[in-house]
């Protein structure tokens, strides 16, 4: 198994970027696509495809390519897709598509953590089940990994300061970090009959932003104060999709827990962990310095 070629596909990204990083710790031998930012991939091993991910033409020839029998797929509503439900839809099916025909034995997919259980408002989730459905549908061996919220989306924390921490939300939400998603990814990967078919909720960590606050306090010996980024109504108004799928966090889902998710990474991210291993704050100062 170790030593086996994995794709990950949009490499550069924060999952991609998480994902390629758990999966050479694991022992694989990583190639990841980019567009252009060969550089960051080389510096931390990976073997770098350029290669837009969106685009099938690409994906055939960066399989063809690197002969990777595994694939680590994502898509991205916002921006590659340009918050178009049609184009992500098929950007995911184009990676479906391309895997398939270069038969591929085990293609990973990130969704969302109870993608089904949104109202229709959050078309970046929505989107997420056609995808996994057309995977179910397609014949391709596959897993399916769905993490919740990230912790390292640097936009939610707008940006990560010293002292101050600002979020959409003060109220109790399911987090994870990506690396979990990666070393989620080794685990299947590695385990890939236990592993068929089947999805595994990322979920690490559970708390309120005065519990984040407090974590970043202990990680940076700095006391740290938290507030809305934005006032609820005009996170309504202006952020409909995500407003609508905070409402979802808010009133408890989603469903699974981390104790779950611990069974398979005992060792999964918290809050306080999660700040170790980023270790730096948005303007590039030591976390803890
Ligand atoms: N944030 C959360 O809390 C959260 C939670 C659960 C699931 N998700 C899901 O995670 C996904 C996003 O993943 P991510 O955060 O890892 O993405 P990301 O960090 O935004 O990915 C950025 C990468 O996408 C590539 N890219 C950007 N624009 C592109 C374009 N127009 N065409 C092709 N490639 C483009 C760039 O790679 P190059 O420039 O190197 O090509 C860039 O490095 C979404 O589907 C979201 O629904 C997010």
Redesign the pocket.
Known sequence: MAGEKVLVL????????NTCRALKEAGFEVFG?????TS?LTKMGVHPVT?????RTDLDRALAETGAKKVFS?????????SKPEV?IQHGKNAIDAAKAAKVDHFIF????DAECFNEHVK??K??IIIEDYLRQSGLPFSILR????F??P??WNPLKKGALKFLSTKTIK??A?YDIGRAAAVMFKNRDTWLSRSLDVIAWEGDLSQVAKALEKVGGVPVTFKLAMPIFLRRLFLKDLHNMFLYFEAGGPKGSPAEFRKVIPEALSAEDWFRFHGFYSNGEKIGA
């Open positions: 949009n490499a550069t990204g924060k999952v991609g970027r696509t980019t567009r252009s930012n960051e290669c837009n991910y969106t685009d994502i898509t991205d509503y916002f921006l590659a897709a340009k992500e990130v969704s969302v953590v970046h989730i989107t997420k993490p919740t919220a990230f390292d989306d936009k939610n987090y994870c990506t």
